[in-house]
């Protein structure tokens, strides 16, 4: 009878040091979920400041002011517009025979 008692009580003790370390193994996972969940949501206000901040440089009035202060750019205007016209080189007299044409 008391080796059935040393028995139990070993295992009693081992179960309770198991339930102990699982639990604390369970608050240890919870903590590092809250954490990773804290960091996600500082990642997505640290991008939607980034995103916020790439509209405001890519926005029209200042890359228009950025062309004329450090480009030196200026808008066109047709006094400052170059025309180009484009004509066809005449045709040789043999490749006008292959297009069907006579000389």
Sequence with gaps: MTRLN???LLA???SA???VNIQYESRRLF???DKAISDAHKLDL???????EQRAQAAPLRVEKLAKDQLQMR???PAI???TSYSEPSASP????IAGRTP
């Design 75 to 77: 808008p066109a205007t």
């Design 6 to 8: 040393l028995t139990l």
């Design 12 to 14: 009693l003790l081992v």
């Design 81 to 83: 517009t170059h025309y």
């Design 46 to 52: 640290e991008a939607e400041r980034l995103q916020l």
């Design 94 to 97: 043999a490749q006008r025979n």
């Design 31 to 33: 903590t590092d979920l």
């Design 17 to 19: 040091l198991y339930l």
